[in-house]
């Protein structure tokens, strides 16, 4: 008897690719019985970020030599200079956007939710659909896919646009000779990153509030079709798991006192990742994070945020705490052992980006559960479950497995 192989991931992706649609209230999956529902958001996190200061160097000779480039350089100058003359905080497409939400048709209202958080540098939902919709059910649980501050819809839609793009990526160049990892993909977060690098700082900040607020209005039944006081667990990501490592260290309300967190190939203390690569930032942007974590960490970031009272806030304290592997390492080994079995990690072993053995050092001593997994077939950390040509059926194993992995440590 011949078994008829589904091959689920692939269809998954196939069926979400053709149907999703941002601009859709709902998109039925009839397949799978699942419904897609863009729920509107309207971020408040403006009033708990401090005020920001530009962080360009005041040297006289820099300042006119980045004059002159940026009147050689209309394309750099429009699509990313223009906006890094106005705070972030006014910027409608961070503030006001919608985000997925995937549960089984067949049920009313859910009374368990699985937040799942994405990577660094991400612009579309697409990759993560049949991820949540996997989830959704194996869990029984309905998922939201949370956007990061300026990622998927949360950014000027020039970001993502190769026409666009594609000019500051080589003006860019034409500035930085010695440039790594450039792409029309990580223009726009290198220069940020590089020419105002607090703003990487505020926009993890920034997106810790909108879940705190996205919590609370879980726990007040303001999401349709999810129970008041449901029940929240985490999936994340790649630069989503340090988003939730400090979500889970910092839990100002107690809102997160009983979730556990999932984490895929990510964790490792920020600079000990290797995230130079043509879909994240390129080498210039990661240098001048590197240079900026020290400056915070050493006391010297009046000078780049005006922080005020925030600086003492538990929030901004466990973000530096996930910033430099040997700074502030006992503070964040300690609160690390104290949610240690509601967390569960698995790296890969070819992962770059988040290598293992970074991982295994930012959490040694911590009691937390770290597997190292290795797929058969060529991956990377972008790309874990890769779909070119043919179905492969060990991707659609290694899916399984990790999808399996986390239903479980998530329904204990």
């Given at each position: ?29 009839d ?8 729920q509107e ?16 160097l ?5 300042l ?48 368990k ?10 612009r ?79 926009s ?41 490592q ?12 009983s ?15 290797t ?18 974590f ?20 538990p929030v ?26 509601r ?11 988040m ?38 059926e ?19």
């Amino acid at each position: 008897m011949t078994i008829e192989r589904t091959y689920d991931y692939h269809q998954r992706m196939k069926l979400f690719s053709e149907s999703f649609d941002l601009n859709r209230e709902k998109t039925t999956i009839d397949t799978f019985s699942q419904d897609i529902f863009m729920q509107e958001f309207h971020s408040t996190a403006h009033e708990f970020l401090p005020d920001e200061n530009e962080h360009l160097l005041h040297m006289p000779a820099f300042l006119y030599l980045m004059k002159y480039y940026l009147a050689n350089s209309e394309a750099t100058n429009r699509e990313i200079f223009h906006s890094l003359k106005e705070p972030d905080r006014i910027i409608p497409e961070n503030n006001t956007f919608t985000y997925p939400i995937i549960r089984s048709s067949s049920s009313d209202v859910s009374d368990k939710v699985t937040i799942l958080f994405h990577g660094l540098n991400e612009r579309f939902y697409q990759k993560y659909l049949p991820w949540a919709s996997t989830l959704a059910e194996k869990t029984n649980s309905t998922v939201i896919i949370f956007p990061i501050a300026f990622h998927m819809n949360r950014s000027p839609e020039s970001w993502s646009n190769i026409r666009k793009m594609m000019p500051v990526m080589k003006e860019r160049k034409s500035l930085l000779p010695h440039l790594k990892a450039s792409s029309f993909a990580n223009a726009a977060l290198s220069y940020r990153v590089q020419f105002s690098p607090q703003r990487f700082i505020l926009s993890g900040v920034h997106t810790f509030f909108d879940v705190i607020k996205l919590l609370e209005e879980i726990k007040e039944g303001d999401i349709p079709g999810i129970k008041a006081k449901a029940e929240v667990n985490i999936f994340a990501y790649s630069i989503g798991a340090t988003l939730t490592q400090v979500l889970m260290m910092a839990d100002p309300k107690g809102l997160l006192s009983s979730t556990k967190a999932f984490m895929f190939c990510g964790g490792a203390v920020l600079d000990q990742t290797t995230p130079i690569n043509k879909t994240i930032i390129d080498n210039e942007a990661f240098e001048s994070l590197l240079i900026f974590f020290e400056a915070i960490l050493d006391g010297h970031v009046e000078d780049l945020i005006s922080l005020g009272d925030y600086k003492h806030d538990p929030v901004y304290h466990y973000f530096k705490s996930m910033l430099i592997f040997d700074k502030m390492e006992k503070e964040r080994i300690v609160r690390f052992k104290e949610i240690s079995d509601r967390i569960h990690m698995i790296c890969l072993e070819k992962d770059t980006v988040m290598r293992p053995e970074a991982v295994r050092n930012s959490m040694k001593d911590s009691n937390i559960p770290l597997e190292i997994l290795d797929f058969s077939y060529p991956y990377k950390h972008e790309h874990p479950f890769p779909l070119s040509g043919p179905v492969n059926e060990d991707v659609e194993r290694a899916f399984e497995l990790i999808m399996n992995r986390a239903s479980v440590f998530l329904n204990s």
